[in-house]
């Protein structure tokens, strides 16, 4: 009787684990959450992700990251100091089941204070779908939220007055310097990173979440997918200044 009680015990405790938002480990990633904010309603189908030879598909519904709270799947890992995460974005379908879609789906790599909470100060870079499906992968951003709740803010990538985006994907990076200094790049072959943005004005706590993220943009059911690929999580390895020179930081 006692072992049935523990069967069932585990069972819920799962099942709960499930309802949460809690997943298995996808890669170097230990923490998923579906952000559901509370102000738009709620997310029509939870996200997933999946990962096979460091090649992660992210799926993804959601209203939008952007306003004062998100809609999106992202998953995560918490680290303490000065770090980045960098790595290569494409789009696989960015129309799911509706062929209308929204131009503004989202995928990229993101800084966020806190992993779980909807409407979280974060500092992230992303690639948006674009028309077409396949997308186009037409144009690249770097977005901030720089109080929770607030407003968000956001930039275009732009090359010599042109989009920067890619059918075939790009690399996006964003990277959090001592005394709350972030910063985001791209690359268009991940070796040569140029500078996109940087900021001084969001103060997070020392310990934040590194992932990505993937958001439809839609209020259906549909579901978008991403690819990503070369994955970097750690100390910063190298910012690129406003001339395109490296300065080293370690």
């Avoid at 939008?64 to 100091?81: C, P, T, V």
């Avoid at 974005?89 to 131009?103: E, H, T």
Wanted: hydrophobic share 40%.
């Amino acid at each position: 009787m006692q072992q049935s009680f523990r069967v069932i015990g585990i069972l819920a405790c799962l099942m709960w684990l499930a309802g949460s938002g809690a997943m298995a480990q996808v890669g170097i990633f230990p923490n998923a959450v579906t952000l559901d904010a509370a102000a738009y309603g709620h997310v029509a189908v939870a996200g997933s992700a999946t990962e096979s030879n460091g090649v992660y598909t992210l799926k993804g519904n959601g209203r939008d990251i952007w306003d004062n709270g998100d809609e999106a799947f992202f998953i995560y890992k918490e680290l303490s100091g000065p770090n980045t995460i960098s790595a290569k974005v494409k789009w696989v379908d960015a129309r799911g089941s509706n062929d209308g879609g929204n131009d503004w789906a989202k995928i990229g790599v993101m800084i966020r204070e806190k992993g779980n909470v909807p409407e979280s100060k974060h500092y992230w870079i992303e690639l948006r779908c674009g028309a077409g499906n396949p997308a186009l992968g037409d144009r690249v951003d770097t977005q901030w939220r720089a109080s929770e709740g607030g407003t968000s803010s956001n930039i275009q990538v732009l090359k010599d007055g042109k989009d920067i985006g890619s059918p075939a994907g790009i690399w996006v990076r964003a990277t959090r310097l001592p005394d709350n200094v972030f910063v985001s790049q791209y690359s268009f072959d991940g070796k040569t990173w140029y500078f996109a943005h940087s900021i001084k004005t969001i103060t997070m706590q020392d310990t934040v979440a590194y992932g990505l993220i993937i958001t439809s943009h839609t209020e259906d059911t549909q579901l978008v997918t991403a690819e990503v690929s070369d994955v970097y999580l750690g100390r910063p390895i190298g910012i690129a200044s406003s001339t395109e020179n490296w300065e080293l930081f370690k």
